[in-house]
């Protein structure tokens, strides 16, 4: 791994986007990431002792879209901790799925430290036909099995003064070659508020495609804010933090001016260095409209009518 001394007059590594960020999605923009040609669907290592992810589809999530192909979604993907490039689906399988532990901590009534299998006994699963849209402008359209994060809201009780809510996520050294990318603010944590994460549409995958959901995928529990940009949507979380103070998340660290807090979805306002007006959907290529909150104003429009002076879309 090259390491780079800095000089004086060089902005400092977290003010910069790195390189091959900034190559890997222009590559992505340019439709020449994909590395999809085998097309081989990978089953995760260790989640055979998952239990069932079977769930009935719940019809309030029509996606008015094609599906996205399984061998598409589960072969195509953004996981830094494994590596920048969209082919770590085969390395994600080192991630251990079983035993996984889930925390609620923070400023809540009650702390919750759970056996994912345990949690899961707790909880209803259903199915959501959900869009998701990458910051870089690709998207898909998926299945995924899970509950609504109102669900861990109502265990852990949080205390009426916590405002945001932190999704932490794995960093497991032993089998996550990216984490030797040392400058980057590892654990990937990303931040919502209380309202976002009590929203209806925030939602907690264990499944996908009536499966567990693959490691590379975010397994074996992955959040979704379908109406922001992908890269709020934390894979193989560990721990959810309730606080008062608005937290600086991974992607805000590393480049505040290009990714920020709410990252919704708009397509009027472009990402500093390309268009957001359009999507490319994966597997066919085609491009598409981009649609305000990824189309899902209805559910959540209502929670930024009073939030002034602040931008919403990045
Ligand atoms: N979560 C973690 N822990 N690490 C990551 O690198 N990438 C994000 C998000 N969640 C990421 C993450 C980004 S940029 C996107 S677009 C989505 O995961 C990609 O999800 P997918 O690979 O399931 O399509």
Request: proline share 8%; with cysteine.
């Amino acid at each position: 791994m090259p390491i780079h001394i800095r000089r004086g007059w060089e902005l400092p590594e977290s003010a910069a986007t790195p390189e091959h960020l900034v190559l890997g999605r222009r590559k992505a923009m340019l439709g020449l990431g994909s590395i999809l040609a085998a097309g081989t669907v990978i089953h995760p290592a260790g989640a055979q002792d998952a239990p069932s992810v079977a769930a009935m589809r719940n019809p309030r999530f029509e996606p008015g879209r094609a599906l996205t192909a399984e061998r598409e979604a589960t072969n195509y993907n953004n996981y830094y901790e494994f590596g920048t490039s969209k082919g770590v689906a085969s390395v994600a399988q080192r991630l251990p799925q079983r035993p996984w532990t889930v925390k609620l901590d923070g400023m809540v009534e009650t702390p919750v430290e759970l056996g994912l299998d345990d949690l899961l006994k707790k909880v209803s699963l259903e199915e959501r036909v959900l869009r998701h849209r990458c910051v870089e402008a690709w998207a898909m359209t998926v299945p995924w099995t899970g509950f609504p994060m109102s669900a861990l809201l109502k265990m852990a009780t949080p205390l009426a003064s916590a405002k945001y809510v932190v999704f932490e996520t794995a960093a497991d050294r032993a089998t996550m070659p990216g984490l030797r990318q040392s400058w980057f603010p590892w654990p990937y944590k990303e931040g919502c508020t209380i309202a976002e994460a009590g929203n209806e549409l925030c939602f907690m995958a264990v499944g996908l495609y009536g499966k567990p959901v693959p490691p590379q995928n975010g397994g074996p529990v992955r959040v979704l804010f379908p109406w922001k940009y992908g890269f709020k949507s934390g894979k193989a979380i560990t721990r959810i933090t309730f606080t008062d103070q608005r937290p600086v998340s991974f992607w805000e660290k590393l480049q505040a001016s290009e990714y920020g807090f709410w990252a919704n979805v708009n397509p009027q306002v472009p990402h500093p260095r390309w268009s957001q007006a359009r999507e490319r959907l994966l597997g066919s290529g085609e491009m598409v409209p981009t649609q305000l909150f990824n189309g899902y104003a209805d559910f959540v429009a209502s929670m930024y009518t009073d939030i002034k002076g602040e931008n919403l879309y990045l």
